[in-house]
DNA sequence: TCAAGATTGATGCAGGTGCATCGAGTGCGG
DNA sequence: CCGCACTCGATGCACCTGCATCAATCTTGA
């Protein structure tokens, strides 16, 4: 039962992959020569940060960011080795716990917004006129099999007052 | 003198990176389900299978497939190890050595084409038209900063007569 | 012709990821 | 109340990647 794809759809499934991994390895090292951690530390600080009081469950964090359970669990070793977060007890349920984010985590991650929104201008920003970014995020989201909210970085909204 | 990124292409950003890294998953899994190795493998052997007599330089390899020169050692050494590939010495340059693939080699880039075939059918033919297949190839090419030649699986041309 | 520099490919090390599994704790059905 | 299935999070292992560096060889230019 299994159809050949068409040329088109392998085309785009190659550059899919090629030009993901070029940007995202450019943007990276920007971020590395700047002196900063991975983008996963980002991403999870990000997360923390915008948790109501500052704190996550890590399950929480897992299915927030879209990757395992193990991943999770040693990206916060991390974070508390680096001083960027804690652990904190959680009392309602005694198998889990809290993980809270610091004052060095917030600051760490609002520094590397301002190098990583300079990346994104610069290998995505400058290449694409807004119109043409909507529309590859509307063919992207296609492709993205109940990809869920696809939420923006909390800063975005600070040079975009209105919503 | 950074700019902020647009909402847009912030948006654009992330979807990018995580639709990428879902279906790459996806794929990725379909093929280690059916009880075949990495797709690095398969890109590796495409090449070496397209290649004049079946044998590319190592550092050939390296750069068709953009991916560092001790990757490529190293994703060398396990093709040899599981048959699919020899080395054989390069007379004109001692340094150097030429890799070949083998009749092994060969078939399973072959059984794989098939189930790789499949799963991007499935994960994106499906899912796209080929119209709107061809306008994401040509939005991600924008990106693509001298992204190189885009070759497609070979193939491809098994089942497109017409060039 | 020969020294300086570039190129080819391998490798030790540190760290990250996937997988399987584990121990602890919860909660539900009987 | 008990037992069983499930959830939460950690961890040992194998493997893979990035980085730095190495030895061998080639090339260039004085």
Known sequence: MKRKPSTEATSAWIRLMRVQSRVLDCVEQDLKKAGFPPLAWYDALLELSRAPSGELRPVELERQMLIP?????????????????????CKIDKRGQFVEITEAGRELQKRMWGAYSAAIEKYVGSKLSDADAVKL?????????????????????ETTPSR
Do not use: F, W
């Not at 991943?71 to 007890?89: H, N, P």
């Not at 995020?137 to 909204?157: A, F, I, T, W, Y």
């Open 69 to 89: 359970q193990y991943s999770t669990s040693r990206l916060i070793d991390r974070l508390v080795d680096e001083g960027l977060a804690c652990r904190r007890e």
């Open 137 to 157: 995020s509307g063919l992207l989201d296609r492709l993205g099999c109940s990809c869920g909210e696809m939420k923006l970085p909390v800063h975005v909204n």
